[in-house]
């Protein structure tokens, strides 16, 4: 790339650099002077190597310069009867020597002469040829760019931290309800298997209940059955209570046993061969009440012998009772 200046010319060398170099130190060879002008990193590496003549200024970058181009360039520094110009020859002259080989012959140092003819004022690069020259503040314009962008650097990584962070946040937010719906629908699930499981437990039990219910009842219906059972058992063997048929037939002996006899009266009447005799059955009157049997209370004695046992029916006369055998 070239640009033109009312100094002269000026290029940046990346490639052809062998033919380049040739051509700038033969011109300095010419005019009888080799302008030099190193720039070095914060290692203290030389990145460029500045060059300059009456006619233009030449800068090679180091990094891409050809080992052929850096001979030729180690050997002009080198070279004696070839006076140099540098702007802070200690540094400059430092540095080259420290990375890549002596500088010899005469060496003027324009920074030391400015300093002697105005001591005064600065003395950095850009003043001194400002002040005898037409030229732009490049190294304001590069400082202004350098900082331009360091600031549009430092503002992309403060919007890419920003962004990094926003999207971390979303991330995290997205993570944290993705992580409280997995809870909600966990919690969800277990109050639903709760429910399941006390709806069995609910239907488990009332089946339960129900079985115990109807067993309970079928218990008591059955205790209830044998309570009645023995009690009855237990009458029966106190009171030894005959069987209905046997009760039957001691009821009809007894009533056939206490049937009064009954008396057939005729009275005589004129022509018995006219009219029959007319025959009266009288019942006599008895001199006993009326009876019935009926089942003996428990422990009730007899009236007359006071037996409790031997009798199972009983005879009613005079609201006494009375058992058969006395009763006859």
Known sequence: ??????????????????????????????????????????????????????????????????????????????DATLPKLIHNLQADKTVWEREIGPMNGRIEDTMLMHHAAFPGIAHDLQQVVSQFLVVPPWKAWRR???????????????????TARMAAHEARNAAKAAEKAAREAEKAAERAAKETERAAERARKLTEKEAEKAARIAAHNARNAALKAEKEARKAAKKKVAPEAVVQAMTGTLQAAFAPPVATVTHPVADPAA?????????????????????????????????????????????????EKCYV
């Open 1 to 78: 790339m070239t640009t033109a200046l009312q100094t002269g010319d000026e290029c940046v060398v990346r490639d052809g650099d062998v033919a380049a170099m040739q051509a700038i130190l033969d011109e300095a060879r010419a005019w009888g002077i080799l302008g030099i002008d190193l720039e070095w990193n914060k290692d203290g590496r030389i990145t460029w190597i500045g060059l300059g003549t009456k006619h233009r200024a030449v800068s090679f970058w180091r990094a891409g310069l050809s080992p052929a181009a850096l001979d030729l360039a180690r050997a002009a520094m080198a």
């Open 144 to 162: 202004k760019e350098v900082e331009q962008a360091k600031t549009e650097a430092r503002e992309t990584t403060k919007a890419n931290k920003k």
């Open 275 to 323: 009219q029959p005799p007319t025959v009266i059955t009288v019942s006599p009157v008895s001199s006993r009440p009326p009876w019935k049997a009926v089942k003996l209370p428990d422990d009730t004695p007899c009236a007359k012998c006071g037996n409790t046992t031997r009798p199972l029916y009983k005879i009613n006369l005079n609201d006494q009772w009375l058992c």
